[in-house]
């Protein structure tokens, strides 16, 4: 499903199917009373959307493993991403519960069986992560789960997803999701309104992902192969795709001018994305015209497999998505592009990231309380206005201090 479909599916469906869950809450309370907090045996965390979200979400993974040592943990999130929730290791595989998302009927049978299985697993607690869909609060309340945690958007409008929450987080768009995701884990036994009243979270990098003995090697020597002009060559990654939003994407036109001054400086250009961003892709190289000057976009096989290319490459720039985060994995110094979203809520948390925002006016256009869907007429501005010039002294000096 393309965004737009998913937008309103979840608002025409979602706004009612909310409401009449809500009405049975109030009268499953009125007869049982509330659910008592207890150190919960079985937790299910429910993350649908990118990637990304998944790395910024693991101090939360670690903190509920660290306070909750002998409770299961679990997953509900679409199949598209499971990958990345591997990759991380914050839970056994048998534990995820997938949905795919590329078609209606899919998603509607997927769905059905997600239900069947959250209802048989008997789960103490829900964390539904995400910021103010209904299809996800959906899900979480089917769970069964006594305890309801999510975030909920006090006096907003518009965003209405139902009242059957019991652990009510304050959305704060002031704080650092992985610092709100955090409280979160804190709500779980927490009481008072707003909930969980506690000194803000310091959060740190995610830990680095380990390769096994001789994989970095190997794919270094498999790229070689591939193109072996840019063996003995500093190779810079750019991901120019905007993926699902590209009004988060850096100009074209600045990314052929960013290549076109690298390749002259002496550096090989690999254009990095999935297959979808080939034709972009393509279009750069073509008009590069330059040897060093290499289309990547759907080379690598998975997401461990890009990262184990990250570490043969020098820097990375990258739109604001999938790729950025990753590189919080890596030690691969990183240039992110941020404009319609702020790296005050969203940067990766390493020090390796470094990101580019000039803040304008009306910047950060996409929010949790739009449903991410930017007023912007396509005229990003506040991306348009990081130039060509800027991108290109940061990146000279990240490269050579990685000398």
């Known amino acids: 499903m393309n965004i737009n479909l998913q937008r309103a599916v979840d608002r025409l469906a979602g706004v009612p199917i909310c409401a009449g869950l809500s009405l049975l809450e109030k009268l499953r309370v009125f007869f049982a009373g509330e659910s008592k907090p207890q150190a919960p045996k079985r937790i299910l965390i429910v993350l649908l959307s990118e990637m990304g979200s998944l790395v910024l979400a693991q101090p939360m993974f670690a903190e509920l493993k660290r306070r909750y040592p002998n409770a299961e943990l679990h997953m509900l999130m679409f199949r598209k991403n499971r990958e990345v929730l591997d990759l ?17 009927g899919e998603f509607a049978g997927d769905s059905l069986k997600a239900i069947s299985k959250m209802r048989s697993l008997d789960f103490d607690v829900v964390i539904d992560c995400e910021l103010f869909t209904r299809a996800s609060s959906v899900f979480s309340y089917l769970s069964g789960a006594k305890v309801h945690v999510g975030f909920y958007a006090h006096t907003q409008e518009g965003l209405y997803r139902g009242s059957f929450m019991n652990r009510k987080v304050m959305y704060n768009p002031y704080r650092h999701l992985s610092q709100q995701f955090l409280t979160m884990v804190d709500a779980i036994s927490s009481s008072g309104t707003p909930i969980a009243k506690a000194p803000a979270h310091e959060v740190s990098a995610p830990p680095m992902l380990q390769f096994a003995e ?13 193109f072996p002009l840019i063996k003995d060559k500093r190779l810079v990654l750019v991901y120019p795709d905007g993926g699902l939003l590209p009004i988060r994407a850096w100009p074209p036109a600045y990314y052929k001018q960013l290549c076109d001054e690298l390749l002259k400086a002496g550096y090989a250009v690999g254009l990095i994305g999935l297959p979808d961003a080939k034709p972009l892709a393509q279009e750069i190289v073509a008009h590069c015209k330059h040897e060093l000057c290499i289309d990547l976009a759907g080379y690598t096989k998975s997401v461990r497999h890009l990262l184990a290319v990250f570490h043969r490459a020098s820097l990375l720039v990258t739109n604001d998505g999938g790729p950025g985060q990753f590189a919080a994995l890596t030690p691969l110094p990183t240039l992110v592009f941020f404009g319609p979203e702020t790296p005050a809520l969203y940067s990766p948390l390493a020090p390796n990231i ?13 929010t949790a309380y739009n449903h991410r869907n930017s007023p912007c007429d396509g005229n990003n501005q506040c991306l348009q206005q990081i130039t060509p010039e800027q991108v290109l002294v940061k990146a000279h000096a990240l490269l050579q201090e990685a000398q």
């Open 214 to 226: 001789g994989e970095l090697e190997t794919v270094a020597a498999e790229l070689h192969r591939d």
């Open 354 to 366: 470094h990101c580019l925002f000039t803040g304008l006016s009306c910047s950060p256009c996409l």
């Open 88 to 104: 991380l290791g914050v839970m056994p595989k048998e534990n995820v519960i997938t949905l795919n998302d590329k078609a209606l």
